[in-house]
């Protein structure tokens, strides 16, 4: 392989500071040397008796390092932490001298972003491992200042620091900076997960496993007593404190001993005789330190990107018992090799350890698959790394011509509530993000029509036929503006009417009418070039139903429900019984509640639990009998929601039947409730089942037996909830971000061009159309916002009055006093018609 210079940057370097971080560039750089290659390393240096900005070289076991001081700089609240003129100068001038082939940035805390692009513009390829988050995430670690961990997507935590003028655009500028690089590398998939989740190109980013040098242990057997050890040191993101609290609560149990090492003598006053601790060891004690013992605990409350130490504690035989903490659940199997416990909570992790002192055999078991675990060696890692230099510089400068992307969506809806925040506000949001302007209109909006002739793609949402859009719609095919139609349900289907539920209220009048309003939906699809579904379901039947070409995009994480179900986390549930809660949307949900009503009151008379219903579900007699065991709640607003769903311990999602009208439906009442950390129990649907992996982000019940014996589960161990509601808002945070549902959204918008330019749309039905016109008065949309405090205009705008007073204003301003009038008198005549 040929001979090249290659470079890695570090925010901190041995002997300087150690960590593991720290160590992997020292090992890549060391390696390459080895393998004959030029190697380099500039990194940040702590030591307050130098200049800041001051630079100086040395050589270290082949490598050349250039070295530069920057000590002020740790704090996150400093700008100088991501962007630092300082180093940036001096790493231009340093690289123009190097000359390097390859740039590969490790952590740049202290040293700043703008690395990145100076690497690029040095005609080198360019390399970034995220072995932190400090890119999304100021303090790195995914950590508020009060030791919890925020949402694994920052964007939609409620908790984002904040320091003044320092870190304004902040995010923008890295994201700019990391955008230079050609590849981003994460070194576990759950971080590379995180680093897609929070907006970088699916595209760039690779997993690249750090190497670990294993040890060869002979491991003592001990004396019958668990040996546990700690060595994360005395920081409280490392969760000392959470194990100390949890150690407490072993002083009435015996058999066990730990040691702490890096922990200061203090911490452990007052703990049980048995806990000790121990100063810092060197990597040369490591192999006798593993052998002294039978289990690592990790508490960790930060997220780990990777822990070279859980790694090396498996191979030598250990079980590890560690928190949801990201990068050790990659090889840690919890009840196989060890166990895995909520992060932050004392209760579970001394739990986890009474559980291994009652069962040996058991943990003789994990202490063997321990073993077994696949590690990469550090050879490894720099054979691979090498590697992937070489095919990066052996790409072309020029990488074709960039997707189209629009710059201008328009969508047109149809509808209020939930179904318009999930099919409109939430995408329109989404390509935002990616630098896409698009509207929210109502159909009857007179100002669609100019907003369509400047949009790059209008979006149809459960918008019925009119002559009006039909006409809009004709005028853009003619622009050659491709047209998409969203529906989440199976209301553009004529071909169902006899077969759906919750219709049996209508009379017959009001049934054609809802019929006649599916034929309509069905026609305005007709006219679109591609269907767009919340399901697979929904797709493949719009497909067979009229030959059109159909994309699925599910409902996915809005940051503004995000941002409030977060705040909602930080704050521990309603104290009292136990709850189930049942929130239903309309009116057609009876019959899914009557079929899991027997398995729900056994568990709440066994369990002394507290039944919540929301919305407009009606319980049978048998249910109403128990009024003492019954809450109920009225519809409320999105916003008030995520209150709801954190003070209810398991929350249910039921469906009657599992025939193809409900594989439509999407999992929404999985994805609201995980937002808050409350694990769901639903009917294993087709898109429950895409959405929970059962026992670990949820579970899935298929008749009144496995309902009662979910729900028996959940109610009995406050652990496994807490958990399974965590992994559950990890799973949607990771797969259904705003970033990537944005990204997603894009793909359908140039499929949806493509099929345009071919044109050929197939024969449809015929047309059911009414005649609306325009009118600036009934083009209301409500608005995706939450709420900011408890101001009278935002509670006004939650009624029904606050809605006639916004569409009378728009009617003034349209038609004068004389179209406010007609309207209220409009109003009347149906009112009193109804």
């Known amino acids: 392989?040929?001979?090249?210079?290659?470079?890695?940057?570090?925010?901190?370097?041995?002997p300087n500071f150690v960590s593991g971080g720290t160590l992997v560039p020292q090992r890549l750089a060391q390696g390459l040397a080895e393998r004959g290659h030029d190697a380099h390393v500039y990194a940040g240096h702590l030591d307050p008796s130098r200049t800041p900005g001051s630079t100086w070289d040395e050589q270290q076991d082949g490598v050349r390092v250039r070295w530069i001081s920057t000590t002020p700089w740790t704090a996150w609240t400093d700008r100088h932490n991501y962007d630092n003129p300082v180093v940036t100068a001096d790493f231009a001038r340093w690289l123009a001298d190097v000359r390097p082939d390859v740039v590969h940035l490790h952590s740049l805390q202290t040293l700043g972003g703008p690395l990145v692009r100076v690497a690029k513009e040095c005609r080198a390829a360019v390399v970034v491992t995220m072995h932190d988050f400090w890119w999304f995430d100021a303090r790195q670690f995914l950590v508020d200042d009060d030791m919890r961990p925020i949402p694994v997507v920052t964007r939609c935590s409620s908790r984002r620091p904040t320091a003044g003028r320092t870190t304004v655009g902040r995010e923008e500028q890295l994201a700019g900076d990391l955008a230079a690089a050609d590849?981003?590398?994460?070194?576990?998939?759950?971080?590379?997960?995180?680093?897609?989740?929070?907006?970088?190109?699916?595209?760039?980013?690779?997993?690249?496993?750090?190497?670990?040098?294993?040890?060869?242990?002979?491991?003592?057997?001990?004396?019958?007593?668990?040996?546990?050890?700690?060595?994360?040191?005395?920081?409280?993101?490392?969760?000392?404190?959470?194990?100390?609290?949890?150690?407490?609560g072993l002083a009435d149990v015996g058999g066990w001993c730990a040691d702490l090492y890096g922990v200061p003598v203090a911490k452990v006053a007052g703990l049980p005789a048995q806990v000790r601790a121990r100063p810092p060891y060197s990597p040369d004690a490591l192999a006798e330190i593993l052998a002294g013992h039978d289990v690592l605990l990790l508490?960790?409350?930060?997220?780990?990107?990777?822990?070279?130490?859980?790694?090396?504690?498996?191979?030598?035989?250990?079980?590890?018992?560690?928190?949801?903490?990201?990068?050790?659940?990659?090889?840690?199997?919890?009840?196989?090799?060890?166990?895995?416990?909520?992060?932050?909570?004392?209760?579970?992790?001394?739990?986890?350890?009474?559980?291994?002192?009652?069962?040996?055999?058991?943990?003789?078991?994990?202490?063997?698959?321990?073993t077994e675990v696949q590690v990469r060696s550090v050879d490894d890692q720099v054979a691979g790394l090498e590697r992937t230099y070489t095919e990066l510089g052996q790409r072309s400068d020029d990488d074709g011509p960039r997707p189209w992307t629009p710059r201008r969506v328009l969508f047109v809806v149809g509808i209020q509530g939930a179904p318009l925040r999930y099919r409109a506000h939430l995408p329109a949001e989404a390509i935002a993000l990616h630098g896409v302007h698009a509207d929210v209109r109502h159909y009857r909006d007179p100002a669609v029509c100019d907003l369509a002739a400047s949009a790059d793609a209008v979006v149809l949402y459960r918008v019925p036929a009119t002559w009006q859009i039909l006409g809009l719609l004709r005028k853009a095919r003619e622009r050659g503006t491709p047209i998409l139609f969203d529906v989440d349900d199976l209301i553009f289907d004529p071909s169902l009417r006899g077969t759906l539920r919750g219709l049996d209220g209508l009379d017959a009048e009001e049934e054609n009418l809802w019929w006649h309003g599916v034929a309509r939906y069905r026609t305005t699809l007709e006219h679109a070039d591609l269907y767009v579904g919340s399901t697979d379901m929904l797709c493949e039947r719009a497909t067979a139903l009229t030959g059109l070409p159909s994309?699925?995009?599910?409902?996915?994480?809005?940051?503004?429900?995000?941002?409030?179900?977060?705040?909602?986390?930080?704050?521990?549930?309603?104290?009292?019984?136990?709850?189930?809660?049942?929130f239903s949307g309309t009116t057609t949900h009876d019959a899914d509640w009557a079929?899991?009503?027997?398995?729900?009151?056994?568990?709440?008379?066994?369990?002394?639990?507290?039944?919540?219903?929301?919305?407009?579900?009606r319980p049978t007699p048998a249910l109403a009998a128990r009024a003492d065991r019954l809450r109920r709640l009225p519809m409320q607003p999105w916003h008030r929601l995520?209150?709801?769903?954190?003070?209810?311990?398991?929350?249910?999602?039921?469906?009657?039947?599992?025939?193809?009208?409900?594989?439509?439906?999407?999992?929404?009442?999985?994805?609201?409730?995980?937002?808050?950390?409350?694990?769901?129990?639903?009917?294993?649907?087709?898109?429950?089942?895409?959405a929970i992996e059962n026992g670990r982000t949820g579970m899935l019940a298929g008749d009144v037996e496995e309902w009662v014996a979910a729900l028996d589960h959940l109610l009995a161990d406050e652990g496994q909830r807490r958990l399974l509601g965590a992994r559950a808002r990890r799973s949607a945070m990771?797969?259904?971000?705003?970033?990537?549902?944005?990204?997603?959204?894009?793909?359908?918008?140039?499929?949806?061009?493509?099929?345009?330019?071919?044109?050929?749309r197939p024969a449809g039905a015929d047309p059911v159309v009414d005649d609306e016109p325009?009118?600036?008065?009934?083009?209301?949309?409500?608005?995706?916002?939450?709420?900011?405090?408890s101001t009278s205009r935002a509670r006004l705008t939650e009624t029904r009055l606050g809605h006639l007073i916004v569409a009378a204003r728009r009617t003034y301003r349209a038609d004068g006093l004389g179209g406010v009038v007609r309207r209220a008198r409009g109003l009347v005549a149906r009112t009193i018609g109804r």
Request: proline share 7%; net charge negative; hydrophobic share 45%.
């Open 774 to 789: 325009w009118s600036g008065a009934d083009a209301w949309v409500e608005p995706y916002a939450a709420p900011s405090g």
């Open 595 to 617: 079929a899991i009503e027997p398995a729900v009151l056994d568990v709440l008379e066994r369990h002394g639990a507290e039944l919540v219903l929301g919305g407009h579900v």
């Open 642 to 690: 995520p209150a709801l769903l954190r003070d209810v311990d398991v929350c249910l999602a039921p469906l009657a039947d599992q025939g193809d009208f409900n594989d439509a439906k999407s999992a929404i009442k999985w994805l609201e409730a995980a937002l808050v950390e409350t694990p769901t129990v639903a009917t294993p649907t087709r898109p429950f089942r895409e």
């Open 1 to 14: 392989m040929a001979r090249m210079r290659i470079v890695q940057v570090s925010a901190h370097f041995p």
């Open 551 to 582: 994309r699925r995009f599910s409902n996915g994480v809005g940051i503004e429900l995000a941002r409030v179900s977060d705040a909602e986390t930080v704050r521990p549930r309603r104290p009292g019984r136990l709850r189930i809660g049942y």
């Open 734 to 760: 990771l797969e259904l971000s705003p970033f990537v549902q944005g990204a997603r959204y894009l793909e359908i918008l140039r499929d949806a061009r493509e099929v345009s330019r071919r044109g050929g």
């Open 183 to 248: 590849l981003v590398l994460a070194p576990s998939p759950l971080a590379a997960a995180v680093a897609v989740a929070n907006g970088v190109d699916r595209e760039r980013v690779r997993v690249d496993e750090n190497g670990v040098d294993v040890v060869s242990v002979s491991r003592d057997q001990g004396d019958g007593v668990l040996r546990l050890l700690y060595a994360g040191g005395p920081d409280p993101m490392k969760g000392v404190d959470v194990l100390c609290q949890a150690l407490r």
């Open 299 to 370: 508490p960790s409350i930060m997220r780990e990107s990777h822990s070279i130490l859980t790694r090396e504690a498996m191979r030598a035989g250990l079980a590890v018992v560690t928190t949801d903490c990201i990068g050790p659940e990659a090889v840690v199997e919890d009840g196989r090799n060890g166990l895995v416990v909520p992060t932050g909570d004392p209760i579970a992790l001394g739990q986890a350890v009474r559980r291994l002192l009652a069962d040996p055999a058991g943990l003789e078991a994990m202490q063997r698959a321990a």
